[in-house]
T-cell receptor, first 114, second 114 residues
Framework: SQQGEEDPQALSIQEGENATMNCSYKTSINNLQWYRQNSGRGLVHLILIRSNEREKHSGRLRVTLDTSKKSSSLLITASRAADTASYFCATVQISSGSARQLTFGSGTQLTVLP | AAGVIQSPRHLIKEKRETATLKCYPIPRHDTVYWYQQGPGQDPQFLISFYEKMQSDKGSIPDRFSAQQFSDYHSELNMSSLELGDSALYFC?????????????FGPGTRLLVL
């Protein structure tokens, strides 16, 4: 991956349990985003956290960001079988120009068993 | 709500052939991004356009070119196709008024080069 690693690469849990995925990155960032991808399908934006934020919530999602460690975590609470997907973190680097492209991590494959 | 439209959804080509992928961004979005996702890989940024001008360039081979038209749709032209070009190609669009941070992805075009 151009950015860094996601941990774990694969995670299998029972419905109702919480799932935590971690992401590390290499550069200074403006913001970090999490995306979800169902097998072979498009990427769906989940949540964005800015570099000056430490934690953000959206429904069953909780994201943390530690810029000193260049890492982020995504927590999905009370997981459902429909949460089964690949989850990617993606960063937008600090830039004085127009650059807004996303640099993706290698993704975590989450399987939620009914 | 309208989403990003990509066509075709699937494409099979022979080595050394050419391919053209099309992307129709969300209405009123002024920025288009192209990403390539190889099998089991994370998405890699190829190129972006803002207001019909090339904005940033990533790991796009010289055999590929792209442009954004007056109606804001974009086309990715791929020539002298190689087996390694087989991948999912995603287009994403964003709204400049929001700072471009959130990108909305299309369903992707799956290209298979034989």
């Amino acid at each position: 991956s151009q950015q860094g690693e996601e941990d774990p690469q694969a995670l299998s849990i029972q419905e109702g349990e919480n799932a935590t995925m971690n992401c590390s990155y290499k550069t200074s960032i403006n913001n970090l985003q999490w995306y979800r991808q169902n097998s072979g399908r498009g990427l769906v934006h989940l949540i964005l956290i800015r570099s000056n934020e430490r934690e953000k919530h959206s429904g069953r999602l909780r994201v943390t960001l530690d810029t000193s460690k260049k890492s982020s975590s995504l927590l999905i609470t009370a997981s459902r079988a429909a949460d089964t997907a690949s989850y990617f973190c993606a960063t937008v680097q600090i830039s004085s120009g127009s650059a807004r492209q996303l640099t993706f991590g290698s993704g975590t494959q989450l399987t939620v068993l009914p | 709500a309208a989403g990003v439209i990509q066509s075709p959804r699937h494409l099979i080509k022979e080595k050394r052939e050419t391919a053209t992928l099309k992307c129709y961004p969300i209405p009123r979005h002024d920025t288009v991004y192209w990403y390539q996702q190889g099998p089991g890989q994370d998405p890699q940024f190829l190129i972006s356009f803002y207001e019909k001008m090339q904005s940033d360039k990533g790991s796009i081979p010289d055999r590929f070119s792209a442009q954004q038209f007056s109606d804001y749709h974009s086309e990715l032209n791929m020539s002298s196709l190689e087996l390694g070009d087989s991948a999912l190609y995603f287009c994403a669009s964003s709204d400049g008024t929001g700072g471009h941070w959130t990108q909305y992805f299309g369903p992707g075009t799956r290209l298979l080069v034989l």
